[in-house]
Nanobody, 121 residues
Framework: QVQVVESGGGLVQAGGSLRLSCAAS?????????MDWYRQAPGKQRELVAG???????NYADSVKGRFTISRDNAKNTVYLQMNSLKPEDTAVYYC??????????????WGQGTQVTVSS
């Protein structure tokens, strides 16, 4: 069994900051191949915001480069998204995604339930 749980969303004024956290847990986890953040605004498709493959550098959507930073704590199976200089267009539900290799040797994609981020102008 595996769970992926986000936290840290909320309401913030434009120019402010928020930090999202996402923790993967469960007895079936053998290793985590990648963890990344997506977002979906009303009426729009879900888009990749930031991603980090284990042992490699991070990648970011052009719209958030220089403002958002993704980081991982491998010991805690946790990924963070530090969001600075937030803009109203960053308003969306943010989802954590993880590709996890289980103890049975197979890899699966897991999604969190989503956390709302609202940026007021």
């Amino acid at each position: 069994q595996v769970q992926v749980v986000e936290s840290g969303g909320g309401l913030v004024q434009a120019g402010g900051s928020l930090r999202l956290s996402c923790a993967a847990s469960g007895s079936d986890i053998f290793s985590i191949n990648l963890m990344d953040w997506y977002r979906q605004a009303p009426g729009k498709q879900r888009e990749l915001v930031a991603g980090m493959i284990s042992g490699r550098s991070a990648n970011y959507a052009d719209s958030v480069k220089g403002r958002f930073t993704i980081s991982r704590d491998n010991a805690k199976n946790t990924v963070y998204l530090q969001m600075n200089s937030l803009k109203p267009e960053d308003t969306a539900v943010y989802y954590c995604h993880a590709e996890i290799r289980t103890v049975r040797g197979f890899s699966y994609s897991y999604w969190g339930q989503g956390t709302q981020v609202t940026v007021s102008s």
